[in-house]
T-cell receptor, first 110, second 112 residues
Framework: GIQVEQSPPDLILQEGANSTLRCNFS?????LQWFHQNPWGQLINLFY???GTKQNGRLSATTVATERYSLLYISSSQTTDSGVYFC????????????FGRGTSLIVHP | NAGVTQTPKFQVLKTGQSMTLQCAQD?????MSWYRQDPGMGLRLIHY???????DQGEVPNGYNVSRSTTEDFPLRLLSAAPSQTSVYFC???????????FGQGTRLTVV
């Protein structure tokens, strides 16, 4: 099956800093989502982005499907951005069920 | 619109006990799935269903059973709980049209 690798595994920032999270995948996909898991364990859907670029406030995401990667940008980070960020992909021709990476754990200090 | 509802939110079982984790969605999604989340492992797929009456195994199916008798419900059964099944369990649903997945709030299960 498809392999999903996220980097870095851990990230510690001061409030106000910018960061880039990366998701690499091994095969063609027809869907890619970014999720934020907050400290209470809830999975929050950030972006549905199989290709192109989207922005939502301080967050933006870019997927380059032909090169099999996606980037999540967080600008002017806040303590509420802390948590784990997951990338999940749906492989083209597969079961339409998402496969997750292992996540990037982000801690933002005040 | 409730989305995906999981019950219970917390559960403690003794080794060898059985239980069913409930999952229901009200979005008429054809795809439903169960994941388990363990520290450092991300979410791993246990079982999934592409429609009522159709189920299949994911990456870590051993020790779990599922059935899908209706579009709305997708229960996960632990027949004989083991400490290795201590985890957080998430149910998800999606539709072929968009493939965007929606998740329940999770069930934290501890097996002692």
């Amino acid at each position: 099956g498809i392999q999903v690798e996220q980097s870095p595994p851990d990230l510690i920032l001061q409030e106000g800093a910018n960061s880039t999270l990366r998701c690499n995948f091994s095969d063609s996909v027809n869907n890619l989502q970014w999720f934020h898991q907050n400290p209470w364990g809830q999975l929050i859907n950030l972006f549905y982005i199989p290709s192109g670029t989207k922005q939502n406030g301080r967050l933006s995401a870019t997927t380059v499907a032909t090169e099999r990667y996606s980037l999540l940008y967080i600008s002017s980070s806040q303590t509420t951005d802390s948590g784990v960020y997951f990338c999940a992909v749906v492989e083209t021709g597969g079961s339409y069920i998402p496969t997750f990476g292992r996540g990037t754990s982000l801690i933002v200090h005040p | 619109n409730a989305g995906v509802t999981q019950t219970p939110k917390f559960q403690v079982l003794k080794t060898g006990q059985s239980m069913t984790l409930q999952c229901a969605q009200d979005m008429n999604h054809e795809y439903m799935s169960w994941y388990r989340q363990d520290p450092g492992m991300g979410l791993r797929l246990i079982h999934y269903s592409v429609g009522a009456g159709i189920t299949d195994q994911g990456e870590v199916p051993n020790g779990y059973n599922v059935s899908r008798s209706t579009t709305e419900d997708f229960p996960l059964r632990l027949l004989s709980a083991a400490p290795s099944q201590t985890s957080v369990y998430f149910c998800a649903s999606s539709t072929r049209r968009s493939s965007s997945a929606f998740f329940g709030q999770g069930t934290r299960l501890t097996v002692v």
